[in-house]
């Protein structure tokens, strides 16, 4: 993607592969929900996908690294992606209108940083 075409400016390093609108949300646990979890709208915005990151930006950012990303599960029932940091107990949900090409699209570029190949 051309950089004036994103929400938000990316650093000269980087290179933007994909944009959407995303919400960040903050999940817990519920008695009254049939998953046993609800969660609730943290940010909400467009999620940029960058060979480096994968950030939501609104009138603040919530920035993931790819170097700090552990493991990413899409939860096709939910619609969202949870992706598990290193650093942090809590994972970072998202949520897209397609989560299953996001979540994969984020798998492969976490792959290709850490130069691996993935099946």
Do not use: W
Not at 23 to 45: F, N
Request: proline share 3%; glycine share 8%; net charge negative.
């Amino acid at each position: 993607l051309a950089a004036e075409e994103l929400a938000a400016t990316i650093q000269k390093s980087e290179d933007a592969y994909y944009q959407c609108s995303a919400q960040v949300l903050s999940k817990r646990k519920s008695k009254d929900s049939p998953t046993g979890h609800e969660y609730t709208v943290r940010r909400d915005g467009t999620m940029i996908l960058t060979n480096k990151r994968v950030f939501v930006v609104d009138e603040g950012t919530t920035n993931i690294r790819f170097s700090d990303i552990g493991d990413i599960d899409v939860d096709i029932d939910e619609g969202v992606i949870e992706i598990s940091k290193v650093s942090s107990g809590r994972p970072i949900v998202l949520k897209t209108d397609a989560p299953i090409y996001t979540g994969r699209a984020i798998d492969l570029l976490v792959n290709a940083q850490a130069g691996g190949e993935t099946g």
